[in-house]
């Protein structure tokens, strides 16, 4: 047992009910002003929304106001019918006659358009034999009506006002734009003295400069825009051109009995709930529908009162300091050592807790029980990194160790080969270039070397391969100098040419071998191409195989002396770093085979 001399126990209730009071209080107040804010605040945002509503009916109102005026001034003008009637019907007049009745009606149809820029187009339309218009375009519009889509409904309406939104090929061509124009249309058809059809007025607009305010609406909310006419044609965004299909509010609205100008709906298309308002609109005759998701309809709301629970946070973080200044002696040297438990930085992971005596048995011995648990795990990390270090530079070493007697191997061959073709000279030649080639990848200080000593090397070897087969062989390198310093696997592009020799020679001659390096896209890229017979497929499924297991689970294979070239040095590279490197293989198109390693290149040390 230890003695508490000057020691206390951990004492918290004055903290915990302290807390649990004020916590209670902020909850209770807090939710009440929530409430009524979130009341408030959802009302302002139903109204918002239905004052926007109402101000683009309004806007689209007012525009449509203006074309039928415009529509019906062309209806009441006697004159107007009467020469738009003579220019028709009379095919005998002569030039002379129709040039006065064309002006005529340029003139009467321009001074009724007036200044408003807004209306694009006013025509006048027979009932069968086209027309004459104004304003984009001026003059005749040869198309039989009966033809035009608008016909059958406008006729259908018999004098009252009919809307078409089309793109109008005919104005748009004499617009002034590139692309077609879409419009929107009014339509009334007239009659003469008898109540007879006479013919059609059309008033025209850009589509997108009626519905402009319905295109941006003023609304911080993020609203949709549907526009329907007096039959429930949506008209509003477009449906003629193939556009997105849109939720029918109309007709869904219209089974509904509304109290309200109002309403929560289901949106199937979108598979949402929304909150749709309606305004119908005393000319047109139109219903402007604004909807709103239950998410953009909730979330400014949700937003705007974000300052009550930051608020009671803020006064709930006041009462907890409070309590804790009456508690320090307890509570802070846990905090302390909490905050530093919680800490991420991989640097400091191992420091360790710096805490003076607390005065409190429990607090101390969990410091110091901590503080040995991190000694400990330090010690066996630094353990476990020495161990796996000297397992990878084992590995490496029995790779090269395994290296170096089938070079060996494979030269004392060709020296054997070029002995009995009585090649005395090239065998001597060959031998010192051989010695000097062993000197190289037998040292075992380093498993890396520079590129440049790694070519020099080889370029000993390819002129013994060269001494032996003369015109038969040649080969050839390409190496730009930013790559000389850069380190990479020892006996890496040694090994890829041992190997392209020895599958080479098996084919007719001429064989020919290209080692080519150089930086591309930040990485730098080696590799050795020949003219051989290439991989045979199943030994190429075969290295690819056993490529993705070693990535896969970090298990080497083990490995034959006469089978180990790329699966060799895919190892090298994988031992040294780790995934971080590029290993291409495969067949060249013009036939033949390639091998590819590279990796990312680090300017300022010129390294992996």
Known sequence: MFARHGKKSIQTILFYRFLSVTAALLIIVSAIVYLIQYTKMYKNMENDIIRTSSSIGDAIDLQISQMDNICLNVINSTSVKDTFAEWSQNKNASAYERRQQQNQLNNSLVSIRGIDTSIRQVNLYSM??????????????????????WYKGAVEKDGYRFFQADSH??????????????????????????????????????YDELFEEALSPTTSSSIDITVYDEDGRQIYPDTASGGEKHFDYFTELNSRDLSSDSARIYNDLKQQKEFVTVCPLDYSGFTVTASINNTGFYTPILASLMWIPLLALSLFVVCYFVAGFLSRRLAQPLTEMHQFLSQSDSAGKFRQISLKDSGVIEIDRLRDSLNSSIRAQEAATESLLVMKESEIQAQMLALQAQMNPHFLYNSLNTIGAMAEEGMTEEVTSMCQDITSILRYISSDKESVSTVEEELEHCSLYLNCMKMRFKDKFTYEFDIGDDLLDLKIPK???????????????????????????????????????????????????????????????????????????????????????GSSFLFQFGNLPEGGAFVIVGGRFHEKDQTL
């Open 491 to 577: 006996l890496c592009i040694q090994l890829l040419i041992e190997n392209s020799v020895k599958f080479v020679s098996k084919t007719a001659p001429p064989w020919h071998i290209r080692i080519e390096g150089y930086i591309d896209a930040g990485q730098w890229l080696i590799s050795v191409k020949d003219n051989g017979p290439g991989f045979d497929p199943e030994v190429d499924r075969h290295l690819r195989s056993q490529m993705d297991e070693i990535l896969k689970y970090s298990r080497l294979p083990s490995l034959e002396l006469d089978g180990m070239g790329i699966l060799n040095i895919f190892i090298r590279f994988y031992l040294l770093f």
């Open 169 to 206: 090929p005919l104005l748009s061509r004499h617009s002034g734009t590139e692309t077609d124009r879409f419009y929107f249309s009014l339509y009334r058809m007239y009659f003469d003295n008898y109540h007879n059809p006479a013919g059609f007025v059309e008033v025209s607009k850009y």
């Open 128 to 149: 069968e034999s086209g027309g004459y218009g104004v304003g984009n375009y001026y003059g005749r519009l040869s198309k039989s009506t009966a033809d035009l889509p």
